[in-house]
């Protein structure tokens, strides 16, 4: 059996992330504030605030078609859920929802993204 041990994996040219395309890790992932700025994040560039409760955050690789596998969660909170709708292949919605009131809220969103990247 082969064994690889190694402190860092670059690309080529040494200093930039190795570009992961056909494997099974997480192609992306984001927390996002109430105001859809990225707190951190991998593989997503931005966000946009489209009103109370709902984000929209685009991804910096395009995935092969919009049928990636993705869970949202809002960071805290009794009674909120998050649910991913409207998947692009170049970016996903996330809307939270309160149970309690009966309405989307403002709550810092989580997601992550798996599948091929394009």
Excluded at 28 to 51: E, H, I, R, T
Excluded at 55 to 68: E, G, L, P, R
Excluded at 72 to 93: F, L, W
Aim: aromatic share 8%.
């Amino acid at each position: 059996m082969s064994e690889i041990r190694t402190d860092t994996i670059s690309a080529a040219n040494g200093t930039d992330p190795v570009t992961l395309t056909k494997q099974s890790a997480a192609k992306a992932w984001v927390k996002g504030s109430s105001a859809a700025a990225l707190l951190d994040s991998f593989g997503v560039s931005s966000g946009v605030d489209n009103g109370v409760g709902n984000y929209t955050f685009s991804f910096t690789s395009s995935f092969v078609n919009s049928d990636y596998a993705c869970s949202a969660t809002p960071q805290s909170g009794n009674d909120r859920c998050a649910t991913v709708q409207g998947n692009t292949t170049s970016s996903s919605t996330i809307e939270i929802f309160d149970a309690s009131a009966g309405t989307n809220a403002d709550h810092n969103p989580h997601g992550v993204y798996f599948g091929d990247l394009a």
